[in-house]
């Protein structure tokens, strides 16, 4: 099993950057698939999670409105779309899959002037 983060880095306030994970080693369509993200010192945090088909989504409040997860089956890829970025959304984002209890090994995201 793979997950592997890209297009995570370095964006001013206001910025957009969208993260990717692509995964491969197991029936991605079946499953559920989530975004946590740990900032130096804190514990990791939920930010946004889809239903294996993507009808069904969740995000914490702290990203509500600005963030958007989507995948793609074909694809076995998942994606956090990211609008409107603030300093407090700088840190390590990690994609998961639900119930495997899978994880990548991170994309940092910096937002910083």
């Given at each position: 099993v793979q997950?592997?983060?890209?297009?995570?880095?370095?964006?001013?306030?206001?910025?957009?950057?969208?993260?990717?994970?692509?995964?491969s080693?197991?029936?991605f369509s079946?499953?559920g698939m989530?975004?946590?993200?740990?900032?130096?010192?804190?514990?990791?945090?939920?930010?946004?999670?889809?239903?294996?088909?993507?009808?069904?989504?969740n995000y914490a409040?702290?990203?509500?409105?600005?963030?958007?997860?989507?995948?793609d089956?074909?694809?076995?890829?998942?994606?956090l779309q990211?609008?409107?970025?603030?300093?407090?959304?700088?840190?390590?984002?990690y994609?998961?899959?639900?119930l495997?209890?899978y994880?990548?090994?991170?994309?940092?995201?910096t937002?910083?002037?």
């Amino acid at each position: 099993v793979q997950l592997v983060e890209s297009g995570g880095g370095l964006v001013q306030p206001g910025g957009s950057l969208r993260l990717s994970c692509a995964t491969s080693g197991f029936t991605f369509s079946r499953y559920g698939m989530s975004w946590y993200r740990q900032a130096p010192g804190k514990g990791r945090e939920l930010v946004a999670r889809i239903s294996s088909y993507g009808g069904s989504t969740n995000y914490a409040d702290s990203v509500k409105g600005r963030f958007t997860i989507s995948r793609d089956n074909a694809k076995s890829t998942v994606y956090l779309q990211m609008n409107s970025l603030k300093p407090e959304d700088t840190a390590m984002y990690y994609c998961h899959v639900v119930l495997l209890d899978y994880w990548g090994q991170g994309t940092q995201v910096t937002v910083s002037p």
